[in-house]
């Protein structure tokens, strides 16, 4: 490939990594706004959490995780254009691809939650760790659900750490490089619900959720930099 050609590459796969990010970042945001409302509802309200309330959140996190789709998706769709030169990126547009689709059923738990506002609500009890658990329960596939969410995101922070290490390494960017490692370590908490006390069918550590929430802002945050200085750089 000539050299003018690869550039033309490059530009097209970092424009769409950058929107990526971009949509993971409104993702990443939602993801610690959620909770914030839930939690500052308990610590504000005389009862138990209202059925209203859940409606709100549960809208919320509809809007994130149609958000998160397509951030795999542009993110995929960058991978996929460096593969004109360089192979290895095929495999991190592939688990991008199956991240998306446990992003898509997740906009599907929300949907459940919105259309059982009421039951949700008795379920959680004014306790917030009991979230996924009751997310599940109230969901037709039960805690398929769970399992598909978590395995989808697992699989798909997988490729984000595959491609964008890759990226980094084309593009000798050390944000790109931050990014990754950071994608790394959603994995890793990911991994980390997992492990008896933290499974996702029971209650989830509120300590964990605000450590997955945040580094999914941030490693977007480092992307997006990279993207600023390769675009500098170009000029």
Do not use: K
């Amino acid at each position: 490939m000539t050299a003018p050609a690869r550039v033309t590459v490059e530009n097209t796969a970092v424009r769409r990594v950058a929107v990526g990010a971009g949509l993971g970042l409104i993702g990443g945001l939602i993801a610690l706004a959620a909770p914030a409302l839930l939690a500052n509802e308990l610590l504000n309200a005389a009862g138990p959490i209202g059925a209203r309330s859940i409606t709100t959140d549960g809208s919320l996190v509809a809007i994130g995780a149609v958000a998160l789709v397509g951030s795999f998706f542009f993110y995929g769709r960058g991978f996929a254009a460096w593969q004109d030169v360089d192979r290895s990126f095929r495999a991190a547009t592939v688990l991008v691809a199956v991240g998306s689709l446990g992003a898509l059923v997740l906009v599907v738990a929300a949907v459940v939650v919105v259309s059982s506002p009421s039951a949700i609500a008795a379920c959680l009890a004014g306790d917030l760790t009991r979230a996924l658990p009751c997310v599940y329960g109230a969901s037709p596939l039960g805690r398929a659900t769970t399992i598909a969410i978590f395995a989808g995101e697992m699989v798909g922070a997988a490729g984000l750490v595959l491609g964008l290490l890759r990226a980094a390494r084309h593009l000798r960017s050390p944000w790109m490089a931050a990014g990754g490692v950071t994608y790394g370590a959603v994995l890793g908490t990911l991994l980390y619900l997992l492990v008896p006390g933290g499974t996702p069918f029971g209650p989830v550590p509120v300590s964990a959720g605000g450590t997955l929430a945040g580094l999914a802002v941030l490693a977007p945050i480092f992307v997006w930099a990279g993207d600023r200085r390769y675009r500098r750089v170009r000029r």
